[in-house]
């Protein structure tokens, strides 16, 4: 499968933007996906995931409450809704997706086999 991100951008604290991760070349209701993030610096962290059924979903104790993240199989789209942004969120934010049982998701990068290419954003003071 192949993975691409969108959505990102500038914005200000506060502000919100929703990401896009768009499956390609199988049946993306097959997979799990996985969001992360990577700031200057920085090893790449977990964000959020959702498991196949869209019914199973895990956030990182940083985004819950702010970030949501839902999909829509028959676009073959993970969305990425993140709200009430701050300047901490600065990172490039990746998509990942791996064929999982139905309700079963991960937080580490390692259980990912497909990635996407990463979308900036930048949330400024």
């Known amino acids: 499968v192949q993975l691409q991100a969108s959505g990102g951008g500038l914005v200000q604290a506060g502000d919100s933007l929703r990401l896009s991760c768009a499956a390609s070349?199988?049946?993306?209701?097959?997979?799990?996906v996985g969001w992360f993030r990577q700031a200057p610096g920085k090893e790449r962290e977990f964000v959020v995931a959702?498991?196949?059924?869209?019914?199973?979903?895990d956030y990182a104790d940083s985004v819950k409450g702010r970030f949501t993240i839902s999909r829509d199989s028959a676009k073959n789209t993970v969305y990425l809704q993140m709200n009430s942004l701050k300047p901490e969120d600065t990172a490039v934010y990746y998509c990942?997706?791996?064929?999982?049982?139905?309700?079963?998701?991960?937080?580490?990068?390692?259980?990912?086999?497909?990635w996407g290419q990463g979308t900036q954003v930048t949330v400024s003071s």
């Open positions: 070349g199988r049946t993306f209701s097959n997979y799990a």
């Open positions: 990942a997706a791996d064929i999982r049982s139905l309700h079963i998701i991960v937080r580490v990068p390692t259980g990912y086999t497909y």
């Open positions: 959702i498991s196949r059924s869209g019914g199973i979903t």
